[in-house]
């Protein structure tokens, strides 16, 4: 079938009558699949089971989502318009994002597993696949203690909860808009790292390639300093003049 483009897709819900098969009600599932037809199953098995689920049909796009709402769980298809899905586990590894993502994939070979695998997947379904058994792979990804999934980051006084998306410097709350949310979330996964406005460009706005000209990181980073750095607050977020920006603790 004909892939349909990305589109934001209403939750799934399972009536309350099916809390009873074990399936802890509402786990947030993100689907990365082009298939339309597959995705449509998927969506329709898990929904029906407890899951509230998120749908992409585009590797670029489900990149955002997954960095964007922290499902509890992944499927990704390995094969995707925009950014194949090995590659957008790899990215997500890459922030140290360490949500569980079963693979999907047509082949089945033990080196396409094996790279599968290797490259972030935690496990791996060959398709053609029974529902039932997708269904028991998500099941046992999500049985994992909970503390080997990081739901909150913290860099000194700064703490941000990555499944209610909230900031906090300690006793006083962060309004964060969703791209602010966003850029403090990727500055404190790599605190004390200097990051350029083009590494901001690429990874937060998924610009491939830096305008000549734009003074769109200098606008949202003061608007974020403004809202992190308080007044008689020691500042955390530094610009290095000519370089870009560095989010550490350390005075």
């Not at 209403?10 to 786990?27: C, F």
């Not at 996964?189 to 734009?214: C, G, H, I, S």
């Not at 003074?215 to 530094?238: Q, S, Y």
């Amino acid at each position: 079938m004909t892939p349909r483009a990305a589109e934001p897709v209403p939750s799934h819900r399972a009536p309350k009558r099916r809390a009873d098969h074990g399936t802890k009600l509402m786990n947030r599932i993100l689907l990365i699949e082009d298939d339309t037809e597959t995705a449509e199953a998927i969506l329709a098995e898990l929904g029906d089971r407890g899951f509230e689920m998120q749908w992409s049909g585009d590797g670029i796009d489900g990149l955002s989502r997954a960095r964007a709402s922290s499902p509890d769980a992944m499927i990704v298809d390995r094969m995707l318009p925009g950014m194949d899905g090995l590659t957008v586990i790899e990215a997500l590894r890459k922030d140290q994002v360490r949500t569980p993502v079963l693979v999907l994939s047509a082949l089945g070979a033990v080196d396409d597993r094996v790279r599968g695998l290797r490259m972030g997947g935690d496990d791996y379904l060959t398709k053609p696949f029974a529902l039932v058994e997708l269904v028991a792979r998500i099941e046992a990804l999500l049985r994992r203690p909970i503390d080997c999934r990081a739901t909150t980051l913290q860099v000194g006084p700064l703490v941000i909860d990555l499944i209610e998306r909230t900031a906090r410097r300690g006793d006083r709350e962060l309004d964060l808009l969703p791209r602010e949310f966003r850029l403090l979330e990727y500055m404190m996964r790599r605190n004390d790292q200097l990051l350029t406005r083009a590494m901001l460009l690429e990874e937060v706005w998924n610009y491939k390639f830096v305008p000549a000209t734009t003074n769109l990181i200098d606008v949202h980073m003061g608007r974020l300093r403004h809202k992190v750095d308080g007044l008689r607050e020691a500042p955390l977020i530094h610009n290095v003049r000519g370089s870009g920006f560095v989010l550490r603790s350390r005075q």
